[in-house]
């Protein structure tokens, strides 16, 4: 017996598929236990499966929305975070520039345009000053003087 050659296993192959087609065409429209044909089992799987891909992208769509208001969030804390320590540093420098000030180590912490002054100075008139330093200096809405006067 001799061997098929390529275009006979070609063609054996291409009948065996369309073989399978026609009977899988044919029990389209065979009726099973539940009354149902195979199309419309398979059309029913179709609709089940459309629903739940359009449910995924709409969970999905929440879920962007909701990380997209979540990073704008620590955006926004993270920016105030640098403005805070901007106008930290700004009343700092406007302190050390004062002669009287510069040597007293003043401690200035600030958040949301709220400046608190802590440490110790030597007189009223110091504490004074050193609020009215921190009032001048731009971003500063208020000062929460602190500064405990120390005889020395």
């Known amino acids: 017996m001799s061997q098929p ?9 291409l009948s065996a598929v369309s073989a399978a087609l ?27 499966m459309e629903q739940r891909s359009e449910q995924a992208g709409q969970t999905i769509e929440q879920k962007s929305e909701q990380a997209g208001q979540a990073i704008e969030r620590q955006t926004d804390k993270m920016a105030n975070a640098v403005d805070d320590a901007s106008l930290t540093a700004s009343v700092k ?7 009287d000030l510069k040597t007293l180590g003043i401690n200035v912490d ?43």
């Open 110 to 152: 600030s958040k949301d345009g709220t400046v608190v002054l802590k440490g110790e100075v030597k007189s009223m008139a110091d504490k004074q000053r050193a609020e009215q330093v921190a009032s001048t200096v731009s971003g500063v809405s208020r000062v929460d003087n602190q500064l405990q006067i120390v005889s020395g």
């Open 93 to 99: 420098a406007a302190l050390i520039k004062e002669p």
């Open 5 to 13: 050659t390529t275009k006979q296993l070609r063609l054996l192959s």
């Open 22 to 48: 026609l009977m899988g065409l044919a029990g389209c429209n065979n009726r099973d236990d539940d009354g149902q044909t195979a199309g419309q089992k398979l059309d029913e799987a179709t609709a089940r």
